[in-house]
């Protein structure tokens, strides 16, 4: 996602979470959010074979 997807996209949220983020923060939000992009397209990408079953939940 390009910087001014993210910026686009930070001015959304915030405005609909109704929280303020100041501009000294926006390049640490930026990043914080690339790497979350990143991660959760590796995961989306990784093949699953069609019999594979969701784990078990375990509690105590």
């Known amino acids: 996602m390009a910087a001014d997807h ?7 949220v915030s405005k609909a979470l ?3 983020v100041e501009e000294a923060w926006r390049p640490a939000v ?3 959010l690339d790497v979350s ?3 959760a397209r590796l995961v ?6 069609d019999e594979t079953e969701p784990a078990s939940v375990y509690t105590a």
């Not at 993210?6 to 959304?12: E, P, R």
């Not at 989306?44 to 074979?49: A, H, K, N, T």
């Open 6 to 12: 993210l910026d686009n996209y930070i001015d959304a």
């Open 18 to 20: 109704a929280l303020s």
């Open 30 to 32: 930026r990043a914080n």
């Open 37 to 39: 992009l990143r991660l």
């Open 44 to 49: 989306d990408e990784f093949p699953l074979p």
